[in-house]
């Protein structure tokens, strides 16, 4: 079945440029420097998912030219992955049903507690707001939305338990510094991979960039995207040129036909 990915968002909770700063990347003039919150799209066939609602959700849809989204996949609960749901409104009113969203239980629990009003009665409903389906998933065992099989890949994000998801031959993993031996087999044979590398430095709960390029060459996908960047990544143009063959920076509206 055909897949095509979209890199919706690729920089990290801030985005660049970061608000107040004068760094060379946050001033830069190439496009592939600017950086809204990351998250990707997901074409399966003809099934729309996409994998976290970021604040820049709405910003993101309009400069892809995306108008529907089946189902969304959440990897975590952090603001700058879901802070965007409320935006998904008009497509809930255009595909005139609720909107299915996936996620652990503790997830899910902060979703309720975010957006309670998306989870009311028709009754208590107020008029125009957004209408959600919680869709509890383990975490440890694959599932399926709207016939499309997705595997999860359980990562630690300092010592918090994420999510990344596994496509057919696509894998996508953000927001992590730590994969269990036990995801690295899920990993096998994936020709395409995503990963967090956020800067140069050490950090608590995110892979720097050689140790994103270490991961890289374990899984040995054919080609690997590196997001969720900060502005302390350095200037795209010349981080690029350092990389080894098969590695990329992804940028936003990056496009791979999977």
């Known amino acids: ?133 919680a869709v509890e998933i383990d975490g440890q065992k694959p599932f399926k939305v709207e016939g499309v099989s997705v595997i999860p890949l359980p990562v630690l994000h300092g010592n918090w338990p994420v999510l990344g998801f596994r496509m057919g031959n696509f894998s996508y993993i953000t927001d992590a510094n730590q994969i269990p031996n036990s995801t690295y087999a899920l990993l096998r044979g994936s020709e395409y991979l995503v990963l967090n590398a956020l800067r140069k430095e050490p950090h608590y709960s995110h892979f720097t960039l050689d140790e994103a390029i270490d991961v890289a060459k374990k899984v040995g996908a054919r080609h690997t995207f590196l997001t969720h960047i900060s502005h302390d990544m350095g200037l795209e143009e010349e981080v690029s040129r350092m990389l080894p063959a098969g590695i990329s920076l992804a940028y936003d509206g990056l496009v791979v036909e999977c």
């Open 1 to 133: 079945m055909s897949c095509k990915v979209i890199f919706t968002g690729t920089g990290t909770s801030q985005g660049i440029p970061v608000i107040g700063c004068k760094c060379p990347v946050c001033t830069s003039q190439n496009p592939r420097d600017r950086r809204t919150r990351t998250s990707v799209h997901v074409i399966v066939g003809d099934i729309h998912l996409q994998v976290d609602v970021g604040p820049d959700f709405r910003q993101q849809m309009l400069a892809n030219q995306l108008d529907r989204v089946d189902a969304v996949l959440l990897t975590h609960e952090h603001m700058d992955h879901l802070a965007g749901i409320d935006d998904l409104r008009p497509l809930i009113f255009n595909q005139k049903r609720p909107m299915p969203i996936y996620g652990t239980s503790r997830v899910l629990k902060v979703v309720r507690q975010q957006f309670p009003y998306a989870f009311a009665s028709e009754e208590d409903r107020y008029p125009g707001a957004p209408e959600l389906k």
